[in-house]
């Protein structure tokens, strides 16, 4: 299986700030890399697929890139309503797996 | 709108069986591959099984690998878990998702939606 290892585990951040989370696959998987942002009592919600595609309807604030086995996804200018745990998913081989999730605090 | 239901979830006795139901309105579930997802609580999320549009392939995590079966009833728009041979760490919350892959420029593959999920405890 292929694992996908994020940081940071959490952080704790200001509104307005820059946010960055980093997603490390075992091997290869090309641009196979799904983020999804779930709130608390919430299920999952997809933000960006195929490694940097942004889903409709998501803000321009988020966006993702990478390839290969390295990946981020950045929030340009943090917002209250961001306060979620994050999690990058591979879609390159099954099964599919997750990363553990970054928890994003709001200062 | 596109909406997954679950449903079937509850408390169950170790070795005991649950069969979970996902409803789908707003799309032809025929037209989609599906998965089932669960979330321990407090913890990540972990793929457990897939299923094509036709029922046709089915694939599972090794965790739950004769244990569960996936199936579907695209006539009536709805997706099943069979969980049987439960254990304590099966305790979860369960999640259907539909599967999108694109093809364009990128091969896309992701789940989307995913229903509000169905608590399964599993304790004596």
């Known amino acids: 299986d292929i694992q996908m290892t994020q940081s940071p585990s959490s952080l704790s951040a200001s509104v307005g700030d820059r946010v960055t989370i980093t997603c490390r696959a075992s091997q290869s998987i090309n641009n196979y890399l799904n983020w999804y942002q779930q709130k608390p009592g919430k299920a999952p919600k997809v933000l960006i697929h195929a490694a940097s595609s942004l889903q409709s309807g998501v803000p321009s604030r988020f966006s993702g890139s990478g390839s290969v086995t390295d990946f981020t996804l950045t929030i340009s200018s943090l917002q209250p309503e961001d306060s979620a745990t994050y999690y990058c998913q591979q879609s390159y081989s099954t099964p599919p797996t997750f990363g553990q999730g970054t928890k994003v605090e709001i200062k | ?124």
């Open chain 2, 1 to 124: 709108q596109v909406l997954l239901v679950e449903s079937g979830g509850g408390l169950v006795k170790p070795g005991g069986s649950l069969r979970l139901s996902c409803a789908a309105s707003g799309f032809n579930l025929s037209d989609y591959s599906m998965s089932w997802v669960r979330q321990a609580p407090g913890k990540g999320l972990e793929w457990l099984s897939y299923i094509t549009s036709t029922g046709t392939i089915t694939s599972y995590a090794d965790s739950v690998k004769g244990r569960f079966t996936i199936s579907r009833d695209n006539a009536k728009n709805s997706l099943q878990l069979q969980m049987n041979g439960l254990r304590g760490e099966d305790t979860a919350v369960y999640y259907c998702a539909r599967e999108i892959t694109i093809f364009g420029e990128l091969i896309s593959n992701y789940f989307d939606p995913w229903g509000q999920g169905t608590l399964v405890t599993v304790s004596s």
